[in-house]
């Protein structure tokens, strides 16, 4: 997950076909078991990262003289959409692509991405951590390959607490009961709370022992009592005024409270390290803390995000594809990454290697990715958070009622999912 989630266009079109026309030209393997041909990567990755990935790339086509990776750098917020526009219509998708983790269920279920069970692409999976493999999975087959993982953590500016006499809350009870004293003692709100994004409720949601639905026994449970009192909780906070919130431009609206220092902690991901740190309060590197996010009243939890590799189902170059996917999410190209770009491994080898092992970012967010929450990795999985999105403007806007809020989202799932009790 990187910088919220993204509500994702609907696309008509029958699913395509093994051999359907892919991204990359021809290709395979040569008589002499060589590999040759195109194959078309779509890197989602942000400015910061995209420069490695592409040296990646690169780096791949020295070991494989004969084949041509076309690398191709594809924003976020536009990728879903286009991969289906591109698969959907049988034209432009790419070989391989670096697929969010919400995204491989629903992209599997519409026939778009290849199995990856028994292919070189899916290589030593017993040394993926449990619960980055499990994004990859849809009706009992593999496909994708996880590439980075990452969860929510507390960011907090150590200066602030310490002049207010406070310890790093462990629950949202212990921040609120501390935000007058981070008020009275440095003028700083205790918390900014992204209220523009229902990624971001599922802590509060995971705290009260609450999740969003039971994917195996097909059944809605936001809209208990664990789905009103995330909603209740969420309010407290804004209406104390223990945090601050903005019902858009959340991303950059935190950032630049976290730097400037008028909040004194916010809940993100590893991506926001270090844009934080270009801030005025953290020209000390190390006045920034990242703590796991705090607990609810019943238990403590953050969802799992990260990034996976997918193969086109269409691609006409498969054997190179499994090849790219295999070398990508390799321990040793896992390990650079961790090194250039501190990102987290989803190899459980890769962290036992002296330069990940001793990395101040993986210091700060393992420990939180070790109590990450999977999500239901079912094919609507995406479309369950816009229901939440409007319910939260309305709660923080005191145009619905806790209870109210839990009962909308609930009843717009029974019809997303319409084989849910």
């Not at 993926?128 to 994004?135: E, I």
């Not at 996880?146 to 949202?172: H, W």
């Not at 926001?272 to 996010?293: T, Y």
Request: net charge neutral; with cysteine.
């Amino acid at each position: 997950m990187r910088r919220g989630m993204v509500t994702t266009a609907l696309v008509a079109g029958l699913a395509m076909a093994a051999t359907a026309c892919g991204g990359g030209g021809g290709g395979g393997r040569q008589s002499g078991g060589e590999l040759s041909g195109t194959v078309t990567f779509w890197d989602t990755s942000n400015d910061a990262e995209k420069a490695t990935y592409k040296k990646l790339a690169e780096d791949f086509e020295k070991e494989h003289p004969k084949v041509d990776v076309k690398y191709v750098s594809v924003p976020f917020g536009d990728a879903n959409a286009k991969f289906k526009n591109a698969a959907g219509g049988g034209a432009g998708a790419p070989d391989v692509m670096r697929t969010e983790v919400a995204w491989v269920a629903d992209f599997a279920n519409l026939g778009y991405l290849a199995p990856l069970d028994d292919t070189p692409a899916l290589d030593n999976p017993g040394d993926y951590l449990p619960q980055a493999l499990g994004s990859t999975k849809f009706k009992d087959k593999t496909y994708a390959v996880p590439q980075v993982t990452d969860t929510l953590g507390l960011f907090y500016n150590k200066r602030l607490l310490k002049e207010a006499g406070v310890e790093v809350p462990k629950t949202f009870a212990e921040l609120s009961a501390a935000a007058k004293k981070i008020k009275d003692k440095t003028g700083a709100t205790a918390l900014y709370l992204r209220g523009d994004d229902p990624y971001w409720f599922l802590p509060y949601l995971y705290g009260e022992g609450g999740n969003m639905v039971d994917a195996r026994d097909k059944i809605v449970e936001i809209d208990d009592d664990a789905g009103v009192k995330a909603f209740k909780a969420i309010k407290d906070l804004v209406d104390s005024k223990a945090a601050v919130t903005d019902a858009t431009d959340g991303q950059e609206n935190q950032l630049k409270a976290l730097k400037d220092g008028s909040v004194a902690m916010a809940i993100s991901g590893p991506w926001d390290i270090e844009g934080v740190r270009a801030g005025k309060e953290f020209k000390d590197r190390k006045n920034l803390g990242v703590a796991p996010v705090p607990g609810g009243s019943a238990s403590q939890g953050s969802p799992q995000g990260g990034w996976n590799l997918s193969v086109y189902a269409g691609s006409k170059n498969l054997q190179a594809s499994y090849a790219f996917v295999k070398y990508m999410s390799s321990a040793k190209v896992q390990q650079q990454t961790t090194e250039k770009l501190s990102l987290l491994p989803t190899r459980k080898s890769v962290y036992e290697v002296p330069s990940v092992k001793n990395n101040e970012m993986v210091g700060f967010f393992k420990p939180a990715v070790d109590k990450a929450v999977q999500r239901p990795w079912i094919a609507q999985g995406n479309s369950l958070f816009e229901p939440i999105k409007v319910q939260m403007n309305k709660v923080l806007t005191g145009a619905a009622t806790p209870e109210q809020a839990a009962k909308a989202v609930g009843d717009s799932y029974r019809k997303i999912l319409k084989d849910y009790k």
